[in-house]
DNA sequence: TATTTGTTTAGAATTATTCTAAACTGTTGA
DNA sequence: TCAACAGTTTAGAATAATTCTAAACAAATA
């Protein structure tokens, strides 16, 4: 069977390629095939935290070719450009969270599971005085968990 | 002159020193010569936040013989042990705090300074509820700041 | 479509950290 | 006090995450 969809398969894009490529020039990054095959990885679903690592894995096992230190460069670009968000909880690993959002996180210090907290779940009361001349850029609250017992 | 200082010397402990053999032992680990000597750089003072470079380059510029390795596992067997806590701020770069208390943290991301904050300067309100059969390990606030403007 | 400029990539380089195995030292018990 | 054992230190090698390099390539532009 012959559908409009295979004859344009050549020339169309999916919704969701549509609206990455805007994201992508919407922060003066070009919509290069590997920038997109990433992104579809990362936004097109629920939210997510990945490495550099899981995500290379992640796209070879999709049958995506695309270099390691590519992966590295888009997810600092993307960081960069606030289309991601870096987590600090593992001093050997950066991890990136698709949720830009104000939130915090549990870490499971066992497995290394890292799991959103919504932003009205917590409170911080800052009273602190800021040091002289500063503002503050961000907080981020880290509750480490771990297996009862 | 002779003094009794001199002739004990071989012999004789300052009190930190004194002070550190026992820290160490009721911890389980040998007061030993390099131990002693890290444990004064960080225990005779206020409280002080280092990286394993940052406490070398401190030992040398004071004539401390001591490998880079040494000060590795030293770093962090005081933190297994419970006598320095980590400090997630770099992912590039292991902090340790001599401050082990429950107490936050204002990370200057121009420069990479950290300052305490006290306990009771900040006041997180948990209220999400932990995942199935899990506890708290700890919890972590990082304050990032930046110079206004 | 030719040119320019930004991007990807393999592989080398870098950096923080850990490992290895040999020399050394603190501790213990006789 | 000292032998013997177990824990510690160390230089240098190894590892692992990340960045760099510079050549090939692809997107934007005129």
Redo the contacts between chains.
């Keep these: 069977m012959i559908t409009m969809e295979k004859v344009f398969s050549h020339t169309r894009q999916n919704d969701s390629t549509q609206t990455l490529t805007k994201k992508l020039r919407g922060v003066g990054l070009r919509a290069t095939r590997q920038r997109l095959d990433i992104g579809n990885l990362l936004f097109s679903g629920k939210d997510r935290h990945v490495t550099a690592e899981s995500l290379h894995d992640e796209a070879v096992a999709a049958g995506i070719r695309i270099s390691l230190a590519t992966i590295y460069n888009a997810l600092n670009q993307f960081r960069d450009a606030g289309l991601l968000r870096?987590v600090?909880?593992?001093?050997s690993?950066?991890y990136f969270d698709t949720n830009t959002s104000s939130h915090h996180h549990?870490f499971?210090?066992d497995n290394g599971h890292l799991?959103d907290?919504?932003h009205d779940?917590?409170?911080?009361?800052?009273?602190?005085t800021?040091?002289e001349?500063?503002?503050?850029?961000?907080?981020?609250?880290?509750?480490?968990?771990?297996?009862?017992a």
Excluded: A, H, M, W
Aim: charged letters at 25%; aromatic letters at 2%.
């Design positions: 870096e600090l909880v593992d001093p690993r950066t549990f499971n210090v799991t907290i919504p779940e917590i409170s911080v009361s800052c009273l602190p800021l040091p001349g500063q503002i503050i850029d961000g907080v981020d609250v880290l509750i480490r968990i771990k297996p009862d």
